[in-house]
């Protein structure tokens, strides 16, 4: 089933059109002239769902895929705390 059943129509204007049918435009008889700009035939009517992420999943996310990178970066900074301590005073 279409969207639009057209018939003996004259100049057609279509923006931004969407429709979950797979035929937008059925015409039949004499159509005029047809102007359609940005337009999507079979487009789902589900709309995808949208996870809200709290901060501390963010941080937690980003912890766990950068633990290698922090973890060297710590041990290099304690290490050079160590060795500024005990070797250069």
């Known amino acids: 089933m ?3 059943d057209l ?11 969407e429709t979950t049918s797979e035929t937008m435009i059925k015409a039949s008889g004499t ?5 359609a700009e940005r337009c999507k035939s ?3 009517s ?4 949208v996870e ?9 996310r980003f912890l ?10 710590v041990i290099s900074g304690l290490i050079v ?5 005990h070797f250069l005073t």
């Open 2 to 4: 279409s969207m639009f």
């Open 7 to 17: 018939e003996k129509a004259g100049h057609i204007k279509l923006r931004d059109v």
């Open 31 to 35: 159509v005029g002239d047809l102007d």
């Open 42 to 44: 079979g487009v789902s």
């Open 46 to 49: 589900v709309s995808p769902v």
């Open 52 to 60: 809200d992420i709290s901060k501390l999943k963010k941080v937690i």
């Open 64 to 73: 766990c895929s950068n633990i290698k990178t922090i973890s060297i970066s």
């Open 81 to 85: 705390l160590f060795i500024g301590r």
